[in-house]
């Protein structure tokens, strides 16, 4: 299996958030901003900017890979098609979290994964506001790095039942309102009030794989968004998978995706909660 030094990847996603991004947070001017497909979908400079720096730098650490990352894939969907082929992928989102960066907030990250053949084997994301890093290789294990270099090994929280489970839910891409409604309504009657929509998978990632949350269901399958985190929360102990039970591939953009602690959990919030999905 391809190998590649997580240090010299994080340095980079480092580098390019000092330089291209953080001058811009809190920082952006009206025309810094615009929408893509409505007012909850924005790119901003920062995240053009970061995209084109990364793209010069992530091919160098593995000769022979090539970069997609969700900017250009926005002009270019035939894009991902590389995620099926022979040569290695880094999947980049430059500003995961961009509506929360466009407001000021610190809830944002960059999160890059590297895939072959369809199948993700290394990632990082990277915090550009705390300095830290979280990273993972396919069978090695996930660990974070902080601003001074401390590392910390990741596990996920131990089991739980569903009356004390915590985490991430995105209804918002369920498209049929009737199962969005009912899918809603047993969250609310199941989980209270313990679930949440922080808008960034970066943070939300880092919450599972630190033990703070339990679960994250998503609907949208954008590569970008969870080729990273899920091997980070696989590494650290997690298990997830599509709705219907077979494994997460890059490419694979529809099937849903839930994050829990292990398979037992992962059944028991599937069977109660996600059932109005089918």
């Known amino acids: 299996m391809t190998t590649v030094d997580l240090d010299r990847v994080a340095q980079a996603l480092a580098e390019v958030a000092e330089q291209e991004i953080m001058p811009r947070w809190r920082n952006l001017a009206a025309g810094d901003v615009r929408e893509k497909t409505g007012p909850n979908d924005l790119v901003t400079v920062a995240d053009e900017a970061a995209e084109h720096a990364l793209a010069a730098r992530l091919p160098d650490l593995l000769p022979g890979s090539i970069m997609i990352g969700e900017e250009s894939v926005e002009k270019d969907r035939g894009l991902l098609d590389v995620l099926k082929g022979d040569q290695p992928v880094w999947i980049v989102d430059p500003v995961d979290g961009t509506k929360n960066f466009a407001e000021g907030s610190d809830r944002f990250g960059v999160m890059v994964a590297l895939v072959e053949r369809d199948v993700t084997i290394a990632a990082v ?24 270099g401390e590392r910390t090994r990741l596990n996920v929280t131990d089991t739980t039942g ?21 899918v809603r309504a047993k969250a609310d009657a199941i989980l209270t009030d313990r679930h ?16 703070e949350w339990d679960f994250a269901f998503y609907w949208k399958n954008m590569p970008w968004d969870h080729a990273p985190g899920l091997l980070i929360h696989q590494e650290a102990g997690g298990y997830s998978a599509r709705f219907d039970g077979s494994p997460y591939r890059a490419s694979e953009l529809a099937g849903g995706i839930l994050a829990t602690p292990d398979a037992a959990s992962w059944r028991d919030f599937r069977s109660a909660v996600l059932a109005p999905i089918g």
């Open 196 to 211: 949440y929509r922080r808008g960034c998978a970066a943070y939300d990632y880092r919450m599972l794989v630190t033990g």
């Open 162 to 182: 569903l009356d004390a489970m915590q985490g991430s839910f995105n209804f918002r891409f369920i498209p049929d309102e009737t199962v969005r409604k009912a």
């Open 125 to 148: 994301i990277y915090e550009p506001v705390t300095g830290r890093a979280l990273m993972a290789e396919a069978g090695g294990g996930a660990e974070l790095v902080d601003r001074s």
